[in-house]
């Protein structure tokens, strides 16, 4: 009896610590999804973030301002610049705001994560634009209110280029 408890000990342990990282970590770079245990996506329309920025265009190199904005607390974010064209995550974050830690998807600080779970509502960044031309952009921010609910890829206008 002891040998078979402790064996299921330590199999829901040893499972429940391959999960940590998708948690920890914030979401994946590509599809912005958390990889949380039975997580629900929620709709669209019950959406209580917005991400814009006062820019309607920038230049190459350009440092634009980035809000998120809430009505609700939440606890984790994944904020990413994407090119409208083809997806692709581009620039860099230069400011980023207590509780949030830069990551690396397809280059050194294109992505700014949570760096704990403290409730969160209203954030401010700094994004730096590529010094050539990439184009349109779109910021996008994926969501947690909690460890079971959340939001993913809630987009910004385009900002032209």
Known sequence: RTQTALISWVSTTL????????FSHGAPCTD????????QLHSPRNIYVTVHTNMSFYFPG?????????????????????????????????FIPPGSK???????GDTVTHSDKSLKRNLSFVWKAPDQPIG????????VQSYFVYWAKIESAIVAQ
Not at 102 to 108: F, I, K, N
Not at 136 to 143: G, L, Y
Request: proline letters at 5%.
């Open 15 to 22: 499972c429940l610590v391959s999960y940590t990282p998708a």
């Open 136 to 143: 349109d952009i779109k910021f996008f921010i994926s969501i």
């Open 62 to 94: 350009d440092k634009v301002p980035v809000t998120v904005r809430s009505t609700r607390d939440f606890m984790g974010f994944l904020l990413q610049a994407r090119k409208v064209s083809n997806d692709k995550i581009v620039g860099t974050f230069i």
């Open 32 to 39: 912005m999804m958390p990889k949380h245990l039975r997580v």
């Open 102 to 108: 830069l990551l690396t998807c397809s280059e050194d």
